[in-house]
């Protein structure tokens, strides 16, 4: 089992940044991909972006790419999503994910598909 929390949403004015955290509990060593998604009021989830544990190799969204990084701390078990220039679209209820799979492909990461485990979401308000 692994548990996972996220961190650091808040409300921030639109050119603004936030770093949100996410911190993983149990059988970290089983993860092999970490995910970010949000969900928008009235919206369907959307993925974010994604890296693998092993490699770092990383995936965005088009929206975000250039804005948003996604990195790993494996010591502390925990991954992060720094945003920059942040725009009121960005507005949303923002999610980490865990993934087992040896083999995912990129497709099904940005899908979310497969995720074994989520975390319960932060808010982030982006409004002047």
């Known amino acids: 089992q692994v548990q996972l929390v996220e961190s650091g949403g808040g409300l921030v004015q639109p050119g603004g940044s936030l770093r949100l955290s996410c911190a993983a509990s149990?059988?970290?060593?089983?993860?092999?991909?970490m995910g970010w998604f949000r969900q928008a009021p009235g919206k369907d989830r959307e993925f974010v972006a994604v890296?693998?544990?092993?490699?770092?190799?990383?995936s965005y969204a088009d929206s975000v790419k250039g804005r948003f990084t996604v990195s790993t701390d494996n010591a502390k078990n925990t991954w992060s999503l720094q945003m920059n220039t942040l725009q009121p679209e960005d507005t949303a209820v923002y999610y980490c994910?865990?993934?087992?799979?040896?083999?995912?492909?990129?497709?099904?990461?940005?899908?979310?598909?497969?995720?074994?485990?989520w975390g319960r979401g932060t808010q982030v308000i982006v409004s002047s």
């Open positions: 890296i693998r544990r092993s490699s770092g190799a990383t």
């Open positions: 994910a865990a993934d087992q799979r040896l083999t995912s492909s990129w497709l099904s990461l940005k899908q979310g598909v497969g995720y074994d485990y």
């Open positions: 149990g059988s970290i060593v089983s993860i092999n991909a």
